[in-house]
C-alpha cells in the first residue's frame, strides 16, 4: 500500500533557529512529489513540486529537496509567520493523465517562537 | 485570479441528518476534487472528477455521500445521513489537469452531533 510518513509530528524552533522536516515515501514508480503549507482554518496552499532524485526548489527560507526515498523541507532562519502545519503528498497508483489522487501524509506541525 | 469558493464555512448538524457543501473551482480549472480532513490528519481523496466525469471515487462512502458536477464548473458533496464519524473539514480543490499542482479552497468545517 501506498504510504506517506512525515517526521517529526510537531517540531518547536525559536526564531532563526534552521531545521529541517522529513517526508518518506513508498509510492512506486515515483511521478511527483508534492509540498504544502496550511495554517489553522485554511486550506492547503501548494509550495513546491519535485519530480526526480536531486532536484531542489527554493521559496524564501524553505528549500526543497528530493532523494529516491525522501524528501527534506529545510527552513532557514525562520520567522514566526512561518509557523503552519507543513503536508507533503505522493501520488496514488494510478496517478498520471487524468488521475490526480494524491497520498497526504499526516503533516509537521511547526511553531517558530520569536 | 480569483481562488477556489466553498460554501458554507461551518455547518453543525444532528446525526442522521443530509448536509450539502458547494464548490466553485478556479476559472478554467478542468479537474476538481473533494477530500475529507480529520483532525490531526492530512486530507484523503472522497472523488475527482475531470469536467462533469467522475475519474476516481474509490474512497467515496457511497452508501451515504454522493458528488456531482453537473455543468463541469461548480460541484456539490452530499452526505445522507451523516455519522458522528463524518465531522471533519471538507476540502475542494482544482487544477488544470488530472496531473498538475492543485489549489484548494478555505473548507468547509462539519459538526455531526
Known amino acids: 500500500e501506498d504510504q506517506v510518513t512525515q517526521s517529526p509530528e510537531a517540531l518547536r524552533l525559536q526564531e532563526g533557529e534552521s531545521s529541517s522536516l522529513n517526508c518518506s515515501y513508498t509510492?512506486?514508480?515515483?511521478?511527483?512529489l508534492f509540498w504544502y503549507r496550511q495554517d489553522p482554518g485554511k486550506g492547503p496552499e501548494f509550495l513546491f513540486t519535485?519530480?526526480?532524485a536531486g532536484e531542489e526548489k527554493e521559496k524564501e527560507r524553505l528549500k526543497a529537496t528530493l532523494t529516491k526515498k525522501e524528501s527534506f523541507l529545510h527552513i532557514t532562519a525562520p520567522k514566526p509567520e512561518d509557523s503552519a502545519t507543513y503536508l507533503c503528498?505522493?501520488?496514488?497508483?494510478?496517478?498520471?493523465?487524468?488521475?490526480?489522487?494524491?497520498?497526504f501524509g499526516k503533516g509537521t506541525k511547526l511553531s517558530v517562537k520569536p | 485570479e480569483a481562488g477556489v469558493a466553498q460554501s458554507p464555512r461551518y455547518k453543525i448538524i444532528e446525526k442522521r441528518q443530509s448536509v450539502a457543501f458547494w464548490c466553485n473551482p478556479i476559472?478554467?480549472?478542468?479537474?476538481l476534487y473533494w477530500y475529507q480532513q480529520i483532525l490531526g490528519q492530512g486530507p484523503k481523496l472522497l472523488i475527482q472528477?475531470?469536467?462533469?466525469?467522475?475519474?476516481?471515487d474509490s474512497q467515496l462512502p457511497k452508501d451515504r455521500f454522493s458528488a456531482e458536477r453537473l455543468k463541469g464548473v461548480d460541484s456539490t458533496l452530499k452526505i445522507q445521513p451523516a455519522k458522528l464519524e463524518d465531522s471533519a473539514v471538507y476540502l475542494c480543490?482544482?487544477?488544470?489537469?488530472?496531473?498538475?499542482?492543485?489549489?484548494f479552497g478555505p473548507g468547509t468545517r462539519l459538526t455531526v452531533l
Open positions: 480543490a482544482s487544477s488544470l489537469s488530472g496531473a498538475n499542482e492543485q489549489f
Open positions: 509510492v512506486s514508480g515515483l511521478r511527483g
Open positions: 519535485l519530480y526526480s
Open positions: 503528498a505522493g501520488p496514488g497508483m494510478n496517478y498520471g493523465g487524468s488521475q490526480g489522487n494524491l497520498i
Open positions: 476559472s478554467g480549472h478542468a479537474t
Open positions: 472528477f475531470q469536467n462533469n466525469g467522475v475519474v476516481d
